[in-house]
């Protein structure tokens, strides 16, 4: 109906497992686990799984979150107890030492299961990359970008985004992370601080003090010690309220076309945060599903491998909006859907509107103000071209 085929000449995988997605972090707590089984049920609706290898995430074991995380974390993260279990008395200090237990970081029943499987699906997509028995990996579960090596923060409690880097290096010399999520992605930013075999790339939303996590400035570039092979090899796009597709996209196409010339990536990891986009209960942008998906399509034409995370994304439909599209973007049918959500997509009503593009208006009621100047724009874009003339590869 939908004449969706395999891509020619290149494979796509698609990695999740409807058990993460049970998962609850409480009431009327923003991130929502529900919002994959939407995604992929949307997906499923257009028949996109014919044209993709679709593998049953695993949970990563032990061993391979110590890549990253550090063992009394990780051993604290397998055996707390939920919060509304019995305490012991002495685990308050490490609750507030990892940061577990809070309103952003809740204690909840299966937790060490529901990351241990985020970040086996994103490990899972950087193992068949690396095998090349993929070209472009999709693990919508992944993108947990604030995950520190001994904390959580922002709703982040393992970086599967980190782990799977760390796969990826240990078969290709170079690594692009790029981040259009709203927040700025300072557990990769760290990560790799100190590396020039990993060039991190955020754009987000950025007033320090108001709008988390307050890091990622345009002059935060890696810390410029004398023998850091890292320094430059951060870059930062700050942004203020209400930015446009059209404005993104230009952007986006300057400043990821300029990094490619010069630090030439061996593959491209690329976190794909849904709170971008206008109407995100989190976020503050007037990004459209178009205009989102326009940075997938960008990226899939440098014909570079890559792995797509997802990350945050608070409005569960248009979460589901955007992925699903990014997923016929990789498989190259984006030209050929039918914007109409299929009559037969489970949850159909849950849409509101019956189209994969809803209009601003139809988003937000009356659009929010755009406070990003034309301006500004070319200083961040002269900046960033400015820090490039130190990276060559
Ligand atoms: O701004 C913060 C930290 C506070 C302390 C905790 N309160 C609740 C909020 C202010 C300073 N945290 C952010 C974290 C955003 C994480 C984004 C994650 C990602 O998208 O980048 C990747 C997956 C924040 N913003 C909004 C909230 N927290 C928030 C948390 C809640 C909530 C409402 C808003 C937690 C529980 C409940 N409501 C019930
Ligand atoms: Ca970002
Ligand atoms: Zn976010």
């Known amino acids: 109906e939908y004449n969706i085929v395999r891509p020619k000449g290149y494979t796509v995988s698609y990695h999740a497992n409807p058990e993460m997605e049970k998962h609850h972090f409480g009431q009327t707590h923003p991130m929502k686990p529900w919002r994959l089984t939407l995604t992929k049920s949307?997906?499923?609706?257009?028949?996109?799984?014919?044209?993709?290898?679709?593998?049953?995430?695993?949970?990563?074991?032990?061993?391979?979150?110590?890549?990253?995380?550090?063992?009394?974390?990780?051993?604290?993260?397998?055996?707390?107890?939920?919060?509304?279990?019995?305490?012991?008395?002495?685990?308050?200090?490490?609750?507030?030492?990892?940061?577990?237990?809070?309103?952003?970081?809740?204690?909840?029943?299966?937790?060490?299961?529901?990351?241990?499987?985020?970040?086996?699906g994103s490990l899972d997509a950087a193992r068949k990359i690396c095998n090349k028995q993929s070209d472009i990996a999709i693990a919508w579960g992944g993108g947990?970008?604030?995950?520190?090596?001994?904390?959580?923060?922002?709703?982040?409690?393992?970086?599967?985004?980190?782990?799977?880097?760390?796969?990826?290096?240990?078969?290709?010399?170079?690594?692009?992370?790029?981040?259009?999520?709203?927040?700025?992605?300072?557990?990769?930013?760290?990560?790799?601080?100190?590396?020039?075999?990993?060039?991190?790339?955020?754009?987000?939303?950025?007033?320090?003090?108001?709008?988390?996590?307050?890091t990622g400035g345009l002059d935060d570039n890696g810390p410029k010690s004398e023998h850091n092979p890292g320094a430059h090899h951060a870059i930062n796009v700050p942004l203020n309220d209400g930015i446009t597709d059209e404005q993104y996209q230009y952007l986006f196409e300057s400043i990821i076309g300029k990094i490619n010339e010069h630090f030439r990536p061996s593959v491209i990891a690329l976190q794909c945060g849904a709170d971008s986009l206008a109407g995100d209960r989190l976020g503050r942008f007037n990004l459209q599903v178009q205009g989102?998906?326009?940075?997938?399509?960008?990226?899939?034409?440098?014909?570079?491998?890559?792995?797509?995370?997802?990350?945050?994304?608070?409005?569960?439909?248009?979460?589901?909006?955007?992925?699903?599209?990014?997923?016929?973007?990789?498989?190259?049918?984006?030209?050929?859907?039918?914007?109409?959500?299929?009559?037969?997509?489970?949850?159909r009503d849950r849409f509101i509107h019956d189209t994969l593009f809803p209009t601003l208006e139809q988003i937000l009621g009356e659009p929010r103000a755009n406070r990003n100047t034309a301006k500004r724009l070319q200083e961040i874009i002269q900046h960033v071209h400015d820090q490039l003339r130190f990276v060559n590869h």
């Open 144 to 214: 947990l970008h604030h995950a520190k090596r001994s904390e959580a923060s922002g709703f982040c409690y393992i970086n599967d985004i980190v782990i799977a880097v760390l796969q990826l290096l240990r078969c290709y010399p170079r690594v692009l992370y790029i981040d259009i999520d709203v927040h700025h992605g300072d557990g990769v930013e760290e990560a790799f601080f100190s590396t020039d075999r990993v060039m991190t790339v955020s754009f987000h939303k950025y007033q320090p003090d108001i709008f988390f996590p307050g």
């Open 292 to 347: 989102h998906g326009a940075c997938v399509e960008y990226c899939k034409k440098l014909g570079i491998p890559m792995i797509i995370f997802g990350g945050g994304g608070y409005t569960p439909r248009n979460v589901a909006r955007a992925w699903s599209f990014e997923t016929s973007i990789a498989i190259d049918c984006h030209t050929k859907i039918n914007p109409i959500i299929p009559q037969h997509a489970p949850w």
């Open 42 to 120: 949307l997906v499923s609706s257009y028949g996109m799984p014919f044209a993709m290898d679709n593998y049953l995430t695993r949970a990563a074991t032990y061993e391979e979150l110590k890549s990253f995380h550090a063992s009394e974390y990780l051993e604290y993260l397998g055996t707390a107890p939920a919060e509304d279990m019995p305490r012991d008395i002495d685990n308050p200090d490490k609750e507030v030492k990892f940061n577990l237990g809070g309103s952003d970081c809740p204690l909840f029943h299966g937790l060490y299961d529901y990351c241990s499987m985020s970040a086996g």
